[in-house]
């Protein structure tokens, strides 16, 4: 029996019925919804909006937080599969769920109070509030425990002063996930975004994640009540426990851009009659499809193990690294291989491979970047903090 090419040790069949379905719902959305527009939208530098209502009725708004909240209560494999299939769409779209899924919601949810819970998770969860996460500085996002946004506490109210940069969705969001010093070390903080002192500016001329809005936010003077600030966290801990869960859906997001990719490069390679026969049967080019399947096949054993741990309570920060570096690695050199093997078609968005590739350029460097992960990795297996 001939085997599935994009995915050949059938993992699928590993999947529960819940699990299939999920990816089932979300392939057809991104079928359908996603890729008849997207081209445009990159070419256009516009994210599509018009998506959001679809997107959170399907439920992958915080889809892995409780039903009490207006939420899916999916399990991590779950929303690793949402990651997959909105990438084989786009990064940006992706990128949407996650910032709002785990950089928003989770934050709110995790050190959150039950009011500050009840308040804004149902409507997040409704796609009626949109979030941003401000961790990033303009002096160096790596190091983010060199921060100088700060919040100082002035009667009931915080007044957080500072800038951040490269931030998904600040020019969509209501509501952004502020990380500031304090006297008492780094807090997170809910900030309206039409609060008095507070301003996003849109950051243009991207060649990569062109379908996705990516801001500057200037706080200046900015006041919230304590009411806003999330007390059940402090210290860098706060803003890395997020990125935990979001790098943990990044490491199958690139799975499913990888997957379009291979997809395209292959179909293309079939029909494309060079030398009196098609080029996909040349020896260059088979050997470099096989390479593919191959990356696709180990990337997938990854994630799907990496969310059982998770879904088993006992995913530890160094395993999301290993495979966040592994799968977007994994990922853009495809991207790249498969804009190869298009030739000249291969430079246009008429064709995915390039946008791919392009968009992976972002999602290598942001939530970490391939280096800060592979001395993650490195500190572990030798004991010696090389940061
Ligand atoms: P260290 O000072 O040793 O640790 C501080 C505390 O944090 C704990 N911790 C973690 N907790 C949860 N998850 C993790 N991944 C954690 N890593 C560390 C740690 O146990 C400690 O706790 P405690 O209780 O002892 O205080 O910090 P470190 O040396 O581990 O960190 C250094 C380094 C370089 C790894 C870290 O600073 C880092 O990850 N830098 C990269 C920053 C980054 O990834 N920024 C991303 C910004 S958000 C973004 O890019 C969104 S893009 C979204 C999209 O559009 O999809
Ligand atoms: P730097 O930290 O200045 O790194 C520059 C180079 O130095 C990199 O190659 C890096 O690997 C290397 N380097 C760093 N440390 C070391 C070391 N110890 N040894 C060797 N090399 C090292 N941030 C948010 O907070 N919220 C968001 O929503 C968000 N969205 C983003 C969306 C996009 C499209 C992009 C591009 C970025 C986004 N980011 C966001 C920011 C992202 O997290 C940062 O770009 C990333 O953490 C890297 O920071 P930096 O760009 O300042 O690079």
């Known amino acids: 029996m001939a085997l599935n090419p994009t995915d050949l040790y059938d993992v699928r069949s590993l999947l529960s019925e819940e699990e299939r379905a999920v990816q089932d719902t979300v392939a057809r959305f991104t079928d359908e919804r996603v890729l008849p527009i997207i081209g445009d939208c990159f070419d256009q530098g516009r994210f599509p909006k018009e998506l959001i209502p679809e997107i959170a009725s399907l439920g992958l708004l915080g889809s892995s937080l409780p039903e009490e909240y207006g939420c899916a209560g999916l399990n991590a494999v779950s929303y690793g599969l949402i990651c997959q299939e909105l990438e084989r769409g786009d990064s940006g779209i992706r990128s949407f769920v996650s910032v709002q899924s785990s950089l928003c919601m989770y934050p709110i949810y995790a050190y959150g109070t039950e009011e500050q819970k009840r308040q804004w998770l149902p409507r997040m969860a409704a796609g009626e509030v949109i979030g941003c996460f401000g961790l990033t500085e303009p002096h160096g996002g790596s190091d983010p425990a060199n921060m100088k946004t700060h919040a100082r506490k002035d009667g009931g109210d915080w007044v957080i002063n500072g800038a951040k940069m490269w931030i998904t969705n600040g020019n969509l969001a209501q509501i952004a996930i502020v990380w500031a010093q304090t006297e008492d070390g780094i807090q997170g903080f809910i900030v309206p975004t039409d609060a008095p002192g507070f301003s996003a500016q849109e950051i243009h001329r991207k060649m990569s994640l062109r379908a996705s809005v990516t801001s500057a936010l200037f ?11 999330l007390p059940n966290v402090k210290g860098l801990k706060g803003p890395l426990g997020c990125l935990t869960q979001a790098r943990y859906g990044i490491t199958w997001g690139p799975i499913g851009a990888a997957i379009a990719c ?126």
């Open 219 to 229: 706080l200046d003077n900015v006041r919230v009540p304590e009411a806003n600030r």
């Open 262 to 387: 291979f997809t395209e490069a292959r179909d293309y390679a079939m029909e494309r009659v060079l030398f009196d026969r098609p080029i996909a049967a040349t020896q260059a080019v088979q050997l470099k499809l096989a390479d593919m399947a191959r990356r696709i096949t180990l990337a997938q054993l990854l994630s799907l193990q990496l969310g059982r741990l998770k879904d088993a309570g006992t995913m530890q920060p160094t395993q999301v690294s290993l495979a966040k570096w592994n799968n977007v690695r994994m990922a853009l050199d495809i991207a790249r291989e498969a804009r190869d093997i298009l030739g000249g078609a291969g430079i246009t968005t008429e064709h995915s491979p390039i946008r791919h590739a392009l968009n992976l350029e972002s999602v290598i460097t942001y939530e970490g970047t391939e280096t800060v992960h592979q001395l993650v990795v490195g500190r572990e297996v030798t004991g010696i903090n090389a940061f």
